[in-house]
């Protein structure tokens, strides 16, 4: 695999002399080839990778080790935790939506997990699509789901059609454009609709507790690195309003960071999510992480709702 790697300027305002932050870093998590910089816009102190892949090698970078091109685990362990996620987001979504919407658009859907999920609660009661950049046919949902798929780029897809609600989980953070993408799901979305997301959250505990191996990273997979701060601007600036911003439990956040640390330490053949030491590390990590959000009111992950400005206007 030979990737071609460029430096980029802000994505957000175009400044084209961003400040590095530390030194060059290099995939600990799934190996990816290359050294990589993070960068602070000195100007909108956007967070962002800097010194990344171009568009064609970044495609690359999600090898046949990356969950979405795996088929979901057989252990019943590890899909009674995939469950029990998808049930605490389901919650959380309807709470932030206020009830179950008719359309609802799931952007980035990776291995479907979230959105057959979805299928199976709504019972045909919502209308469900999913798209990714790639779909990958072992993650097809039963066609009683009644889920529609659409393969493409979300910066560049036109659906035609408006849905009440869109989500996007662990996706914008991957995007390369994260403006051109959110303008196009502005289109997408019903004036009075929301826009529910999730990423990691650049003032996490662990991203300083663990440096380089911190999960939030995801090098050069992860291509921004979001705050409430820089995440609300980056939301006006793309016709949005943001309405509400808050921390989600995340264990992973902990248990990927030392798997990382671990398998980069002792300099281990198997990928940190695939060692018979990441579920242990999980819940070992629950508790921490509980008191993390109770205490600290810190987490890895940030979840977040918007809705057009227009609606706010009117």
Not at 158 to 187: C, W
Not at 199 to 227: A, C, E, K, M, Y
Request: charge should be positive.
């Amino acid at each position: 695999m030979v990737l071609r790697i460029i430096d980029v300027a802000c994505p957000i305002c175009q400044c084209p002399d961003p400040q590095p932050l530390g030194d060059p870093l290099t995939d600990v998590e799934n190996r990816v080839e290359g050294r990589y910089t993070i960068a602070r816009c000195q100007v909108c102190q956007f967070i962002f990778l800097s010194r990344r892949p171009d568009a064609e090698s970044l495609n690359q970078c999600y090898g046949q080790n990356y969950y979405t091109a795996v088929a979901t685990p057989k252990n019943r362990f590890r899909q009674f935790l995939y469950a029990l996620r998808a049930r605490a987001r389901m919650h959380r979504l309807l709470r932030l939506h206020g009830r179950m919407p008719q359309s609802l658009l799931e952007v980035g859907h990776g291995n479907m997990e979230f959105l057959k999920f979805l299928g199976q609660q709504f019972k045909g009661r919502c209308q469900l699509t999913g798209t990714d950049i790639k779909i990958h046919a072992i993650h097809a949902p039963d066609p009683s789901f009644n889920i529609r798929l659409v393969e493409g780029d979300v910066g560049s897809l036109n659906l035609g059609q408006s849905f009440e609600t869109i989500v996007m989980y662990d996706v914008l953070e991957h995007i390369a454009d994260p403006l051109i993408a959110l303008r196009n799901l502005h289109k997408h979305l019903e004036p009075q609709g929301s826009l529910i997301g999730q990423v990691p959250n650049w003032n996490s505990v662990w991203r300083h507790g663990f440096s380089r191996h911190w999960s939030g990273l995801q090098i050069p997979r992860h291509q921004n690195f979001f705050t409430a701060k820089t995440l609300r601007s980056l939301l006006e600036k793309t016709g949005f309003q943001l309405v509400s911003v808050h921390n989600v439990y995340d264990p992973g956040d902990l248990s990927v960071s030392f798997c990382n640390w671990i398998t980069d330490t002792l300099k281990l053949q198997t990928l940190s999510r695939r060692s018979w030491f990441f579920i242990p590390a999980t819940l070992l990590a629950a508790g921490v992480v509980a008191l993390q959000v109770f205490l600290l009111r810190n987490s890895g992950e940030i979840e977040f709702k918007a809705v057009p400005l227009s609606s706010i206007i009117k």
